[in-house]
T-cell receptor, first 114, second 116 residues
Framework: KTQVEQSPQSLVVRQGENCVLQ??????????LRWFKQDTGKGLVSLTV?????DKTSNGRYSATLDKDAKHSTLHITATLLDDTATYIC?????????????FGAGTQLIVIP | EAAVTQSPRNKVTVTGGNVTLSCRQT?????MYWYRQDTGHGLRLIHY???????QIGDVPDGYKATRTTQEDFFLLLELASPSQTSLYFC???????????????FGPGTRLTVL
């Protein structure tokens, strides 16, 4: 059973627009949640990690929220650039150490057009 | 930042073939992982290791063997490849002591394997 669901599956936006990606999960316990960016043909690169019951982080044009009560996270990208074209993957960790397991979403494919 | 490299980047083999995928990390991380990524699925853990000579079974181990020869090197072996193993394979590493960053995993660029 899929424990991490991401929506939308794919999204097309024009350069300069903002977008929001969603992640809903059922993983228990939910120690932390991480967003990765995966460029085509490349590995995953961490954007941010959220850990608190209700958490917010910011990393340049990327900002993210986590609500553990709702088991829901969002990734906001402001003023999108062509280089933002990638797959964004939500990952929930059930422990805070390497002893835990990571639960991966299937990703949202974002395409930024001129 | 951790450097994780994989070879080959692309591989084509036939059903029943013997394939070895290689991974090397150069940041002295204890843990290394092998994942497969298929369309419509999240990454799924095949095997992982917490040091040379150690091997732990992941969530989808059937048809795969792995060996960790050194702290740096982790290999994934497909001894009788099948078309169902056509996938994108990622290697990753993490530091078990990295409590602050929640043991962030650093990923290699991936190996695309096609089994005909």
């Amino acid at each position: 059973k899929t424990q991490v669901e991401q929506s939308p599956q794919s999204l097309v936006v024009r350069q300069g627009e903002n977008c929001v990606l969603q992640c809903n999960y059922s993983v228990t316990p939910d120690n932390h949640l991480r967003w990765f960016k995966q460029d085509t043909g490349k590995g995953l690169v961490s954007l941010t990690v959220l850990v608190d019951q209700k958490d917010k982080t910011s990393n340049g044009r990327y900002s993210a929220t986590l609500d553990k009560d709702a088991k829901h996270s969002t990734l906001h990208i402001t003023a999108t650039l062509l280089d933002d074209t990638a797959t964004y993957i939500c990952v929930v960790g059930d422990r805070g150490s390497a002893l835990g397991r990571l639960h991966f979403g299937a990703g949202t494919q974002l395409i930024v057009i001129p | 930042e951790a450097a994780v490299t994989q070879s080959p980047r692309n591989k084509v083999t036939v059903t029943g073939g013997n394939v070895t995928l290689s991974c090397r990390q150069t940041n002295s991380h204890n843990y290394m992982y092998w994942y497969r990524q298929d369309t419509g699925h999240g990454l799924r853990l095949i095997h992982y290791s917490y040091g040379a000579g150690n091997l732990q079974i992941g969530d989808v181990p059937d048809g795969y063997k792995a060996t960790r020869t050194t702290q740096e090197d982790f290999f994934l072996l497909l001894e009788l490849a099948s078309p169902s193993q056509t996938s994108l394979y990622f290697c990753a590493s993490s530091d078990v002591r990295d409590w602050v960053n929640y043991a962030e995993q650093f990923f290699g660029p991936g190996t695309r394997l096609t089994v005909l």
